[in-house]
């Protein structure tokens, strides 16, 4: 069952930082034998598997290719492994990104109205079948791959590249995701960008030769901040009974085991 707080994503605009410098280890009872960031593969599971305990209660994130339903956010139709929306222009690029590949593919024809739809939370154009063509495009492997894509161009890969640029290891590098994953990268007040911004008023990150803990504790609270913005996000649970929990054990590489609740729910990875 979807979580109802689960919500929508907007559209990241420009990929965030250049910068692929490895953030130096810290004295930590959880410290890896050497520095390794998010996009390493045992990482990046870890971070699928826990960003979707929060968007989807379950650890299963693979299993989510096929998800899409409108959960009354005003975002239209959210779907995918990262929420894609039809409301958010993230869901049109996918789908202009999978016909690019799979030209006639069963969700192209959709494409006059996705353009249509965007900005708003209307189903003009895709109901009613939508959501059960989206179901079988996800039983292509090449409608896969390109939510893998979109996912790491829009979200992962820029979350990752800031979070180095800043000196943050992993714990760090999974903040900046799991906040862009919820809150784009707009220029609203509750964007990505702006949440670093009233972090970066509080405390100065490792690049700048502030304290790791310290800076992202000022991270995790304008994230709560934001998050308290706006109804559907005021639950902050993923942040209160996940992010924190690892950060105050000291654990900032996300070294297994773990273990984290959201919205109540206790999950594990050993």
């Known amino acids: 069952m979807k979580h109802p707080a689960r919500t929508s994503r907007r559209t990241l605009l420009a990929l965030i930082g250049a910068s692929l410098a490895s953030a130096p280890l810290l004295n930590s009872p959880h410290a890896s034998a050497a520095a390794v960031g998010l996009d390493d593969p045992a990482k990046k599971e870890i971070a ?10 379950s650890l299963d994130w693979k299993a ?80 896969r791959r390109a939510q893998d894509d979109e996912r790491d161009r829009v979200y992962f890969g820029p979350a990752v590249r800031q979070g180095k640029t800043d000196g943050l290891r ?13 809150h784009g990268d707009g220029t609203d007040a509750t964007s990505f960008r702006n949440i670093r911004g009233r ?11 502030g304290d790791e803990v310290t800076y992202l504790h000022a991270f995790l609270d304008a994230r709560v901040w934001a998050m308290k913005q706006e109804e559907a996000h005021s639950d902050t649970s993923r942040v209160d009974t996940a992010q924190r929990v690892f950060l105050r054990a000291g654990n900032l590489d996300l070294n297994p085991p773990l273990d984290w609740k959201v919205y109540g729910d206790s999950y594990h990875i050993g």
């Open 170 to 182: 992993v714990l760090g590098q999974f903040a900046y995701y799991d906040a862009i994953v919820m």
């Open 199 to 209: 972090a970066l008023n509080q405390a100065r990150p490792p690049a700048q030769g």
């Open 48 to 57: 699928m598997k826990l960003v979707s305990s929060a968007e989807n209660s």
């Open 64 to 143: 989510q290719y096929k998800y899409i339903e409108d959960i009354g956010d005003g975002r239209g139709y959210t779907a995918g492994i990262i929420g894609f929306c039809s409301g958010t222009g993230d869901m049109l690029d996918l789908v202009e990104l999978y016909t690019d590949r799979r030209p006639g593919n069963v969700l192209a024809p959709y494409l006059p109205a996705l353009r249509r739809v965007d900005g708003t939370d209307s189903h003009d154009g895709l109901d009613p079948n939508f959501p059960r063509d989206w179901a079988r495009a996800a039983q292509d492997q090449e409608f």
